[in-house]
């Protein structure tokens, strides 16, 4: 893999482990590598094999064509409005919450 496709997928690995809320060490406990191994792999100084890639992709629920391609699936799109939705549903709760606990004061 030239260092330029390298470098990209490693910038996705570390986009996706992000966006999933991990740290290096908690990715690399996960796929039972060390986290110096996660690191060269977002940096693009190592390139996982597939397996890895399979298992970082179930990790971090995006598709194995988003690591591959570099392009936002429907699925990797809809699990990102349902991660918004879920956060709005929580604060329109915590809003009632509140309204509540300010018409008992």
Not at 42 to 57: D, F, H, N, Y
Not at 94 to 101: D, F, T, V
């Amino acid at each position: 893999m030239s260092h330029s496709l390298t470098s990209s997928l490693g910038k996705r690995i570390s986009y996706a482990r992000k966006d999933s809320s991990l740290s290096q060490k908690d990715l690399a406990e996960k796929l039972q590598i060390s986290d110096r191994a996660v690191s060269a792999y977002e940096v693009g100084r190592a390139t996982p094999p597939l397996e890895t890639l399979q298992k970082i992709s179930k990790i971090t629920q995006k598709s194995l064509h988003y690591f591959l391609e570099g392009e936002y699936s429907e699925s990797d799109l809809e699990s990102k409005l349902d991660k918004v939705q879920q956060e709005l549903d929580q604060i329109k709760t915590l809003l009632r919450q509140q309204k509540k606990s300010a018409m008992l004061d």
